[in-house]
């Protein structure tokens, strides 16, 4: 078969497989714009109560090694192999690499980090790209994007593992939206990311271009394989106008970190604080179910929870869904199927509504209630943020803890908190005792001093001429107006602790500390009083 048809046949591959159109966030072809109103608004993925971290955090070049201009026997004969497995072979690229992870401060630190969570997810990869066909060393490419972190976030808003942008994910059969976000999901995320990787290998016919293809965008890969006529990864990463430096060291970087890790010792390795392995039994559970209560029962704190369920966004099973197969430790599914009927479930009371008014567009309904754009339009089927008319009904999303709206608004009434406090118990806060000034503490945000104050952040920003959301510590705030809503007072009672007044009032407890200016190693008493926000 000549080249011209042997590329030809290549093209008409690309041309009938679903990924073509698909681009990881890093890639030359970005994915689609969805107008230019939604650069007005927050931007970016939706708030989440979950804490994320940098998807990864070494550099994407060492500099040009110094590179031999002929190929060697063992990179001919990998490149052969790597129509069917992922080689690991060595050369200047592999060890420029190994002695980054090896020599380096930074280097050795990620390393070590990376090889700790390769302990708890890393055996559960391997697994699922064997059942899925590829080769295991493709486990390693997750190492890279993520350090086998789910948390893993880019700047540009890819997440999991994986490090799928978000209409990749969708594309994928990953469903994203308020309360979960299955990128994050390990096996869920693991299976999509075969499934890509299968059809970037269906195209090139090699797993080192797959994997390039993967950070770089088939199309950019198509194109460099159609002008250099050549297939050979290492041939294309010698030109130096081919890819650009962070593909060009994707593949020798998933080789040196598939190296250390199957011999940690061997590169000096030794004393590794390798994480638990995750280990779970899944049980179907109500909608609107904390994760902490779930905890409660099979005796697992909150940390581990959050680890077994990485998807769900806001340590709540989702509130719009029949039922939901959440993660529990291994050894606990029966305890808790036998008390799953102490768990509170709640369907309603999560959203508000709002009606467009002639000329709001996105971003004002945005800054109102303060909820990213990207969510309204995925909780409401919009697909272009311009398309909007007025009298059009918008469903918002709410802080299900707080139960409170940043807005009010009559359409919305909120289930009434449980073990409220008698008519004795209770007493109104006068307007007098509300501070007219606030001083910014360090991790203070605009939404959390406008709830601390029962404030529209809208309010809050006009009072001193704030444009953005940044704010300093030790700035002085006014407290705009009349408070939206005032605080009544708590008795605390014997056996009483934060958590359970937290979760009673439907008050997020951090909320409930900043309202009561709680100091770290303050106790909590009984007969003392908590001012508790009337919802």
């Not at 010792?265 to 994760?291: H, S």
């Not at 109102?368 to 309204?376: A, F, L, M, N």
């Amino acid at each position: 078969m000549t080249y011209r048809k042997l590329l030809g046949g290549l093209l008409g591959v690309a041309l009938l497989c679903s990924c073509a159109s698909l681009r990881k966030s890093n890639a030359d072809d970005s994915e689609g714009d969805d107008g230019a109103e939604i650069a007005l608004g927050d931007g970016g993925a939706p708030e989440e109560d979950v804490i994320s971290e940098p998807a990864d955090d070494t550099p994407e070049d060492l500099g040009d090694p110094t590179q031999t201009t002929a190929r060697s026997i063992s990179e001919i004969q990998a490149d052969r192999d790597a129509q069917n497995t992922f080689p690991l072979v060595q050369n200047e690229f592999v060890d420029q690499w190994i002695r980054y992870f090896t020599e380096t401060k930074a280097g050795r630190k990620t390393m070590e980090k990376w090889l700790g969570r390769k302990h708890r997810y890393g055996d559960l990869i391997f697994k699922t790209m064997q059942e899925d066909g590829l080769p295991t060393d493709l486990t390693y490419l997750a190492m890279i994007e993520s350090g086998f972190s789910p948390k893993a976030t880019s700047p540009v808003g890819a997440a999991g593992v994986w490090q799928f942008m978000p209409q990749t994910g969708k594309n994928y059969s990953m469903e994203i939206n308020h309360w979960y976000d299955e990128r994050r999901d390990i096996v869920a995320s693991t299976h999509a990311a075969a499934r890509y990787l299968k059809e970037l290998h269906q195209i090139f016919g090699s797993w080192y271009l797959a994997a390039a293809s993967y950070n770089a965008g088939e199309g950019r890969t198509m194109r460099i394989v159609r002008e250099q006529r050549t297939r050979n990864f290492w041939e294309l990463a010698r030109g130096k106008k081919n890819y650009r430096k962070e593909t060009q060291n994707y593949v020798p970087k998933i080789i040196a970190s598939a190296m250390i890790s199957k011999n940690p010792e061997k590169y000096g390795f030794t004393n590794i604080a390798f994480e638990e392995p995750l280990k779970w039994e899944t049980v179907d559970v109500p909608p609107g179910v904390d994760l902490r209560a779930i905890g409660d029962i099979v005796k697992a704190d909150g940390e581990t929870m959050q680890l077994l369920n990485p998807e769900l966004r806001r340590g709540i099973t989702p509130p719009d869904a029949d039922s939901y197969k959440v993660r529990v430790p291994s050894g606990t599914a029966e305890l808790l199927i036998a008390r799953k009927d102490e768990l509170k479930s709640r369907k309603a009371g999560f959203f508000i509504t709002h009606k467009l008014k002639r000329g709001q567009t996105l971003s004002h309904v945005s800054r109102v209630y303060g909820v990213d754009i990207r969510t309204i339009m995925d909780l409401n089927n919009i697909a272009n943020a311009k398309r909007l008319r007025a009298g059009q009904v918008l469903q918002i999303p709410v802080d299900y803890r707080g139960g409170r709206s940043r807005k009010n608004t009559s359409t919305w009434k909120p289930e009434s908190a449980p073990q409220a406090p008698s008519a004795r118990e209770s007493g109104d806060e006068s307007d007098a005792t509300r501070p007219t000034t606030y001083r910014v503490k360090s991790g203070d945000n605009l939404s959390s001093i406008a709830r601390r104050f029962g404030v529209k952040i809208a309010d809050l920003r006009a009072a001193n001429g704030i444009k953005g959301s940044a704010l300093r510590a030790g700035q002085t705030l006014r407290i705009p107006g009349k408070p939206q809503a005032s605080y009544k007072l708590y008795r605390v009672r014997r056996g009483d602790t934060l958590t359970r007044i937290s979760r009673a009032h439907k008050v997020p407890l951090g909320e409930l500390k900043a309202i009561n200016d709680f100091e770290r190693g303050r106790e909590l008493r009984a007969g003392d009083r908590l001012r508790i926000p009337k919802l």
